[in-house]
């Protein structure tokens, strides 16, 4: 922000001659340079910051009796798609049901979009809010077509917006061609795409969908992934639960939260995250056992390939440095050496681990 006042001041305020103008801008524009190079981490933050948080929870909390389903749940969502993930009871569902309305917290708050849903607004806000569960239900005699004029009627919508909602959802589904056919003779992905179409029926900005592919075969989970990538693009938000990590990874989440035993452990981008465990990825090639045995003192865990060794270590430097003077002094050339971040389910393990970890010692 301090950068935007200076250029307000530098291109408006000041009656600066063109040629100290421009210089004053060039310096500016350095200095933006600067700071998104090396000074990343805090520039990346501003951007952040600048957001419109489409959810946010303070403090959220569901008891049932003496059993805290969900504990003091801070949730801050910006956009894209957001990957809510935990083990099964961690407090997903129960989450969910507060977020859509069902489910009233025992304490703590709830805003979506700016706004506290349990204001005077909270019925306007949910309209801007579509919802579908891990076992969608429907009338299984009506059509995909029925359903969707039955959901629009719900909304108001006119007979025109109506059916030009339905060819256009139909066709995002890829249902038109069993548009006319009885919901009952669907399969479980044709079920769960008549499900995404209904609750897109009102145009939503926020979709929440509970376990959406945990009932899908490999195909009808690569078709859900490809579509929830397509509603992205449209600028929709996507608040994803699910237990399935490669899936969420699949989908590129832009950020996700980890929940477990309903604690929020870790939340934020992949990039954050893994910054902030600061564990490395490294694929050395070739496997060779002197590597192996000099590099085990600094990796917390080395799997073996038939001519790669992954390594899991917070000492990149020092792995490094290790397999540099094995090559030298045992002529061992290295055909490979690659850096990376954690995938989504080692983050998710490592968050897991961390939490019992520290659960243990308490």
């Known amino acids: 922000m301090r950068f935007l006042f200076l250029f307000y001041k530098t291109f408006f305020k000041f009656n600066l001659e063109p040629p100290k103008k421009l210089i004053s801008i060039i310096f500016i524009l350095k200095l933006l340079t600067y700071y998104s190079i ?30 805290i389903a969900v504990n003091k749940l801070n949730l801050q969502v910006s956009g894209g798609i957001f990957g809510f993930l935990g083990p099964n009871g961690a407090g997903k569902t129960t989450t969910i049901k507060m977020l859509i309305g069902s489910l009233f917290p025992t304490s703590g708050r709830i805003e979506l979009f700016g706004k506290d849903i349990s204001g005077k ?148 981008t992949i990039e954050e995250l893994n910054e902030r465990l600061g564990v490395k990825m490294i694929r050395i090639s070739p496997n060779h056992e002197l590597l192996r045995d000099a590099i085990t003192p600094f990796a917390t865990k080395i799997t073996e390939e038939t001519d790669a060794l992954l390594v899991e270590t917070d000492k990149k430097d020092e792995v490094w440095q290790t397999v540099a003077n094995i090559s030298l002094q045992n002529s061992i050339p290295i055909t490979e050496f690659r850096s990376s971040g954690l995938e989504i389910e080692q983050i998710f393990m490592k968050a897991i681990e961390s939490e019992n970890g520290q659960g243990g010692k308490k």
């Open 121 to 268: 607004e909270g019925i306007n806000i949910h309209k801007r809010l579509g919802y579908v569960p891990e076992h969608p239900t429907y009338f299984d005699d009506m059509t995909a077509e029925g359903i969707l004029d039955y959901i629009g009627s719900i909304f108001h919508l006119s007979k025109t917006e109506i059916k030009t909602r339905i060819a256009h959802l139909l066709q995002l589904v890829n249902l038109t061609e069993a548009r006319n056919r009885i919901i009952a003779k669907y399969s479980a992905g044709m079920k769960q795409r008549i499900g995404i179409a209904q609750a897109l029926m009102n145009n939503p900005d926020l979709l929440v969908l509970d376990e959406i592919t945990s009932n899908l075969d490999p195909m009808g989970r690569n078709e859900m992934i490809d579509l929830l990538k397509e509603l992205r693009k449209e600028g929709k938000t996507m608040f994803i639960s699910t237990h399935i990590l490669p899936e969420v990874q699949k989908m590129n989440a832009d950020s996700i939260g980890i929940i477990d035993r309903g604690h929020l452990i870790m939340e934020g």
């Open 38 to 67: 090396i000074g990343s981490k805090h520039f990346h933050v501003g951007i952040i910051i600048m957001k419109e948080l489409i959810i946010q929870t303070f403090d959220l909390t569901k008891a049932f009796g003496k059993t």
